[in-house]
């Protein structure tokens, strides 16, 4: 990927950028993927019960790997560690001032959680998510991810079922993040 990255262009600008790049993909996948402590730490689940304890949405930065955390807590620092990173930037992107691979495994990550199987449109309103609703609906109105996203081009999404590997049906859906407002037309 970091490949294919560099040669489209999407790793950033320079050295630094490369660096930073690659710090947040392995921030990525650890935080959404596997935790080498917590293992499977980004739950649905957690996330659409919300805090059942009135706990805390933390950074990684104020968990410890050995802490005692909720699911929701450690399903929720993935999103509020992006949040504040999209937040300490200038240019909306996580890295330098245009789109990288990070941006997009980011958008890839968000946008399942946007499916209806999952926690559906308005999720990051919902969770109190902003700048990673905005993050979405950038990523989304480039043309050219939208008419890949609907062609025939893209690997289906798979799951593991008795040992072996299936092909999921799935609708797709460039869902909205943000749960539609009621204007003055509308009244």
Request: proline share 4%.
């Amino acid at each position: 990927m970091r490949f294919l990255a560099e040669k489209t262009g999407l790793a950033g600008s320079n050295l630094a950028d490369r660096v930073r790049c690659d710090v947040l993909f392995e921030t990525h996948k650890d935080l959404f993927i596997a935790h080498g402590v917590w293992g499977k730490s980004f739950d649905i689940e957690a996330l659409r019960r919300g805090p059942t304890q009135g706990e805390a949405v933390l950074h990684f930065r104020e968990t410890a790997n050995r802490g005692e955390y909720t699911a929701f807590q450690k399903a929720a620092v993935a999103l509020k560690t992006f949040e504040d990173l999209l937040q300490a930037g200038t240019s909306g992107w996580l890295v330098g001032d245009a789109i990288t691979y990070v941006d997009l495994a980011l958008w890839q990550k968000l946008t399942d959680l946007g499916q209806p199987s999952n926690l559906g449109p308005g999720w990051a309103d919902k969770l109190g998510f902003p700048l990673l609703a905005n993050h979405v609906l950038r990523i989304n109105s480039i043309p050219e991810l939208a008419s890949f996203v609907f062609s025939g081009r893209r690997m289906p999404k798979i799951t593991r079922i008795d040992g072996d590997y299936h092909y999921v049906t799935e609708e797709v859906a460039l869902t909205d993040p943000t749960v539609p407002k009621i204007t003055n037309k509308e009244l």
